[in-house]
């Protein structure tokens, strides 16, 4: 009886540090990766250490990072406005997932290599897809099914559930960062931006910091979007922390204006 309940505490265990470890993994992929490092060029890393924190968002659904980053790069630049991909005017589902079915704006094979020259650049990005034509999106889920299949031969399938589970909540973060972080009613601003961002505290501790959306608004391509010293952002903690360790440098940091408002 005790070994019984000892193996399962060892199972619950293991699928808790499966399900942080992949959590961290998807969720820094997207908002390291994806966003401050490759969107914004808020800090710089060496390139291994780019493709695996970035890997951890292509694992994650995301998609091409050319396609994901130009899109974001029109977000920021028509951000509210008509052309937004994902503005929550155009209707809270459309925000949420309903442009990645199809954007209300067309955005052309031209537009995104006006967006994104420096990604088109990359021999791995640019090989991840440079079009919004479903193949890429195709490759991508095609190659997030062996990713799974691996973890499962590999790991197992606590590793493997802990994944689903794990990569399912993360997926959603940035909708969620999309949608409530631009709703009126939501959080609040401390930034008089020209846009309708928010800061947003539960969307923060979800998305790993991305919730402090109007401090981002304000200060784009800081690596740091928590401000105060109580808006939590795990990704600038592990910012701070690869600086650390040595493994980043030429980090943006928010103009003195805007901190402790
Ligand atoms: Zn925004
Ligand atoms: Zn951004």
Partial sequence: MADGSSSILAMVLTFIAWFIGFYLYHGLGITLGYHRLLSHKALTVPKWLSYLIVSGGYFCLQGGPVVWVGVHRLHHQKTDMPGDPHA???????????????????????????????????????????????????????????????????????????????????????????TICHMPSMGYRLNDTRDKSRNVWWVALIALGEGWHNNHH????????????????????????LEKLRLCKNITRPPKNVMDV
């Fill in 88 to 178: 929550p005017e155009d209707g809270f589902i459309h925000a949420l997932f309903g442009w990645m079915l199809g954007m209300k704006e067309k955005q052309s094979s031209e537009d995104l290599h006006r967006l994104c020259p420096d990604l088109m650049a990359d021999p791995i990005y640019s090989r991840l897809g440079t079009t919004h034509n479903p193949v890429q999106a195709y490759a991508c889920l095609g190659a997030n099914i062996v990713f799974r299949l691996l973890i499962l031969y590999f790991f197992g399938w606590i590793a493997l559930v802990a994944d689903l589970l794990a990569s399912g909540m993360v997926f959603w973060s940035p909708q969620l960062v999309n």
């Fill in 218 to 241: 304000a200060a784009p391509r800081s690596a740091r979007h928590g401000f105060a010293w109580w808006e939590i952002d795990i990704t600038w903690y592990t910012v701070w922390l």
